[in-house]
């Protein structure tokens, strides 16, 4: 069973940084294609980020440049380092591992619970 | 980027009546190599993530009820639910893959009338 486990989330000043996590079991992330998805408290879903499988890495143009994402391996989990947090940036983050088919990802068929990020003085 | 643009934002529907909900690209998302739309749908219910009803434009997830269908192509898209049941009261999201950013559409909150 796929399951995907999200945590790292809680309070930031606003310029300051926090390192999400995200747990993968049931699969492998080296080989899957990963993203995270962000919504602000009672607003919609903002795409933030994705790894491929072979490593190759892309951002919302709201996050470029402060956001990076990244994968270990050997534990089987993804990161979202997020460095100059803006109040904007409040948010439940979810990890996504997406669908990979007809040579393309097309679909997002699991998803984790979210961990709360805010940023606030 | 592609803009996802839903409509309408809100929509109050009686118990066993259609619900319909529209999603436009702002752009294609038909993959022309193997003929799919690369369009989502996605169903959120308070408190939880987003649940995949609806891929590659019409076809069902595993599991999801037959009330729910997705039509369309190209640039316009679908969302039906046959017969409305109060458990489908929520939020609903289409989403393409064709290229990044995976935009969403703002949503459509779905109540009962």
């Known amino acids: 069973e796929v399951q995907l486990v999200e945590s790292g989330g809680g309070l930031a000043q606003p310029g300051g940084s926090l390192r999400l996590s995200c747990a993968a079991s049931g699969f492998t992330v080296s080989t899957n294609y990963m993203s995270w998805v962000r919504q602000a408290p009672g607003k919609g879903l903002e795409w933030v980020s994705i790894?491929?499988?072979?490593?190759?890495?892309y951002y919302a143009d709201s996050v470029k440049g402060r956001f990076t994402i990244s994968r270990d391996n050997s534990k089987n989990t993804v990161f979202l380092q997020m460095n100059s947090l803006w109040d904007e940036d409040t948010a439940f983050y979810y990890c996504?591992?997406?669908?990979?088919?007809?040579?393309?990802?097309?679909?997002?068929?699991?998803w984790g619970q979210g961990t709360l990020v805010t940023v606030s003085s | 980027d592609i803009v996802m643009t839903q409509s309408p934002d809100s929509l109050a529907v009686s118990l066993g009546d259609r619900a319909t909900i529209n999603c436009k690209s702002s752009?294609?998302?038909?993959?022309?190599?193997?003929?799919?739309?690369?369009l989502a749908w996605y169903q959120q219910k308070p408190g939880q993530p987003p649940k995949l009803l609806i891929y590659w434009a019409s076809t069902r997830e595993s599991g999801v009820p037959d009330r729910f269908s997705g039509s369309g192509s190209g640039t316009d898209f679908t969302l039906t639910i046959s017969s409305l049941q109060a458990e489908d009261v929520a939020v609903y999201y289409c989403q393409h893959h064709y290229n990044t950013p995976h935009t969403f559409g703002q949503g459509t909150k779905l109540e009962i009338k």
């Open positions: 996504v591992r997406e669908a990979y088919c007809g040579g393309a990802i097309c679909y997002s068929p699991h």
């Open positions: 790894i491929y499988a072979g490593g190759n890495t």
């Open positions: 752009q294609s998302v038909l993959y022309s190599s193997n003929n799919k739309n690369y």
